[in-house]
């Protein structure tokens, strides 16, 4: 086995993540669930729960294992928050504050330089 004999039940958990993630993740919010955030919020705070519990636990008897599962569900947090970025940034370009001026939420929080092109460029790369 891959794992220490205390975690024997480690691999149980990660298929029940990997079926969330990729099935059950689409029965969320079916009427507009490729339109809204929802999916990408709820996908990034499983992601970052299993991040914190592989952390907290460490379940692979190499490191070499650990490592590799530990970049792998980093760079999955990485792409569900440059998705939520993408998203956010695509809604919210141009639209009107209090003050009469148009300072969109890219703006505001991540800066003019950080668009959505460069954020699909992260992701992609």
């Known amino acids: 086995q891959d794992y220490d004999p205390s975690m024997i039940y480690w691999d149980v958990i990660d298929t029940w993540r990997k079926i969330f993630l990729t099935g059950l993740i689409m029965l969320i919010d079916t009427q507009e669930g490729s339109n809204k955030m929802l999916r990408l919020v709820i996908a990034g705070i499983v992601s970052m729960l299993y991040f914190g519990i592989l952390l907290a636990f460490r379940p692979y008897k190499r490191k070499d294992d650990y490592n590799l599962a530990f970049l792998s569900n980093f760079f999955l947090v990485c792409c569900f928050s ?44």
């Open 82 to 125: 440059l998705g939520m970025i993408l998203k956010l940034c695509g809604e919210t370009d141009g639209s009107d504050n209090d003050n009469g001026g148009s300072i969109s939420f890219c703006s505001r929080f991540i800066g003019d330089y950080f668009n959505s092109y460069r954020a699909s460029l992260m992701v992609v790369l």
